[in-house]
């Protein structure tokens, strides 16, 4: 039987219920560990994947923008969703933590920029930032144990001037929680706000990670970093364990089956969508709705494919043109908002549904909550979002991808090189990046001027790198929807930059 003879459509005003919900999604905001913008116990859906990324004895957790890194920082630190999360992955221990914030760009958690500034000077990191590190580590453990007193770290750096009063206090305080059944987690979240100057970036960091490492002779305290995988491989760190620190990493890395199971989720625990959202699942054999948050980890629509292909079909329709010559509405979504490193993020999937769901209900979408032609331009909508956050750590990528616009991919690498060479786009995005404190596009040669010439490969390569462009097999370059739309590119049969 064809998943055409099982669908089952809905009743436009369930339709509209649902269809209002996906509109009323806030993909784009950015989580914090504390404040306004911090993890709800409602958005928490929890990816069999992601069971490594929350275990507290993985100390490296690597996600692209937008997976949820920040997320999870959230989760595990507010107690209510580190709750939920025990139960989700209830082989984890994590109703046994006390969790600690090390630095997470946000002032009330953790220690903060301008402290960061203060106690370790420019130029000194080498010498300093050690120190800092473990006076913060420290900070975080006596808050456990000594609760009702402040730590902050230039206290820690005056009370531990010698190591071995350090060391002995952290044996202290990993006795006491061993003792007790309990486990301390340091979170370390946003660390690249830490610094705009790459070069003291790299200096903080390796410092961070040889304190982190420092702490496995302990029983009872641990440490986790939440970083961009392309920050950690563009970052000049020295740190001489991070090949076994890399290997030992989890990455938040979203399925297809993971992204719709988020959706569904929210959907399900939706105020005004919940009940015609169940009347939808039911009426297409799917079983019945989640009476709380932790049935997620049973329910099939978390992650069985099929029968979420189904409950999208009565959503969305079989075919994203007259026939399965555009593709099919599931897997269509997916397909096109993966980067050049194959990922995908919940970010840019509920970005793509969300603004699809707004675009459907200004058009009659009759029984169908998203019109096939809304999810194009959803895409269209993710790609120019992505395009504008990517700008936020490289602010010289719309100027390299200005010149671009227009061409059609995929294109002989001389192509982009000459588009490249004639606006002088290396020494301009050099020149960014410099005023920005930014990492350069570039490696830059002891002549400014001899360095950044012929350098269009280079900058092709670092793109490649970023996810950003692509390699065929035949040598030409490519670029996945997720920027090509934003950036303005061509492409044959594909989705046109505009509407």
């Known amino acids: 039987?064809?998943?055409?003879?099982?669908?089952?459509?809905?009743?436009?005003?369930?339709?509209?219920?649902?269809?209002?919900?996906?509109?009323?999604?806030?993909?784009?905001?950015?989580?914090?560990?504390v404040g306004a913008d911090k993890a709800r116990v409602r958005d928490v859906f929890a990816p069999t994947t992601h069971s490594?990324?929350?275990?507290?004895?993985?100390?490296?957790?690597?996600?692209?923008?937008?997976?949820?890194k920040s997320f999870w920082a959230s989760v595990l630190y507010n107690p209510d969703t580190r709750r939920l999360a025990a139960e989700l992955y209830p082989r984890l221990g994590l109703d046994t933590l006390q969790v600690q914030i090390g630095f997470s760009g946000v002032g009330r958690a953790g220690v903060s920029k301008e402290v960061i500034d203060r106690?370790?000077?420019?130029?000194?990191?080498?010498?300093?930032?050690?120190?800092?590190?473990?006076?913060?580590?420290?900070?975080?453990?006596?808050?456990?144990?000594?609760?009702?007193?402040?730590?902050?770290?230039?206290?820690?750096?005056?009370?531990f001037a010698d190591p071995q009063d350090w060391a002995d206090v952290m044996a202290d305080v990993d006795d006491k929680l061993a003792g007790r059944g309990e486990t301390l987690l340091i979170v370390f979240d946003a660390l690249d706000a830490i610094s705009e100057d790459w070069k003291r970036l790299s200096g903080i960091i390796d410092a961070l990670m040889a304190s982190v490492w420092s702490l496995r002779g302990f029983n009872a305290i641990r440490a986790k970093l939440f970083m961009r995988a392309d920050q950690l491989s563009e970052?000049?760190?020295?740190?001489?364990e991070l090949p076994k620190l890399r290997s030992g990493a989890a990455k938040l890395g979203w399925r297809q089956a993971d992204l719709y199971g988020l959706m569904f989720a929210r959907l399900a625990f939706d105020g005004v969508a919940r009940e015609a959202f169940g009347r939808l699942i039911e009426s297409n054999g799917l079983g019945k709705m989640p009476e709380k948050q932790e049935d997620l980890r049973t329910w099939e629509l978390s992650s069985n494919e099929g029968q979420?292909?189904?409950?999208?079909?009565?959503?969305?329709?079989?075919?994203?043109?007259?026939?399965?010559?555009?593709?099919?509405?599931?897997?269509?979504?997916?397909?096109?908002?993966?980067?050049?490193?194959?990922?995908?993020?919940?970010?840019?999937?509920?970005?793509l549904m969300q603004n699809a769901a707004e675009r459907?209900?200004?058009?009659?979408?009759?029984?169908?909550?998203?019109?096939?032609?809304?999810?194009?331009?959803?895409?269209?909508?993710?790609?120019?979002?992505?395009?504008?956050?990517?700008?936020?750590?490289?602010?010289?990528?719309?100027?390299?991808?200005?010149?671009?616009?227009?061409?059609?991919?995929?294109?002989?690498?001389?192509?982009?090189?000459?588009?490249?060479?004639?606006?002088?786009?290396?020494?301009?995005?050099?020149?960014?990046?410099?005023?920005?404190?930014a990492l350069p596009p570039v490696l830059i040669g002891s002549s400014r001027k001899s360095g950044l010439s012929n350098q269009e490969p280079d900058l092709a390569d670092r793109l490649i790198m970023m996810g950003v462009l692509t390699s065929r097999p035949d040598?030409?370059?490519?670029?996945?929807?997720?920027?090509?739309?934003?950036a303005a590119l061509l492409k044959k049969g594909g989705v046109t930059p505009k509407a």
């Open 235 to 240: 970052l000049t760190l020295r740190f001489v």
């Open 360 to 437: 459907s209900q200004s058009r009659d979408a009759g029984a169908l909550v998203l019109l096939p032609q809304t999810i194009r331009d959803g895409l269209r909508a993710a790609s120019k979002v992505r395009i504008e956050q990517l700008n936020t750590e490289y602010p010289w990528i719309k100027r390299v991808l200005h010149p671009l616009a227009g061409l059609r991919v995929p294109a002989e690498p001389q192509v982009l090189f000459d588009a490249w060479a004639e606006s002088a786009t290396v020494e301009a995005a050099v020149k960014i990046a410099r005023r920005e404190h």
């Open 52 to 68: 490594k990324a929350l275990d507290p004895a993985t100390t490296l957790v690597l996600g692209a923008r937008g997976a949820g």
């Open 119 to 159: 106690l370790v000077p420019q130029g000194q990191e080498k010498t300093t930032a050690g120190l800092f590190w473990q006076a913060v580590i420290a900070g975080a453990a006596l808050n456990v144990t000594e609760p009702d007193q402040k730590h902050p770290p230039k206290d820690m750096l005056d009370r």
């Open 475 to 486: 040598g030409r370059y490519d670029m996945p929807d997720l920027f090509r739309i934003g």
């Open 308 to 351: 979420q292909e189904k409950l999208f079909v009565a959503m969305a329709g079989y075919f994203m043109g007259a026939g399965p010559r555009k593709g099919k509405t599931f897997d269509w979504p997916y397909n096109h908002l993966a980067d050049g490193l194959g990922d995908v993020t919940p970010r840019s999937f509920l970005i």
């Open 1 to 33: 039987m064809t998943i055409r003879q099982r669908y089952q459509p809905l009743q436009p005003e369930d339709s509209s219920k649902i269809r209002e919900a996906i509109a009323l999604f806030d993909p784009s905001a950015s989580t914090t560990i």
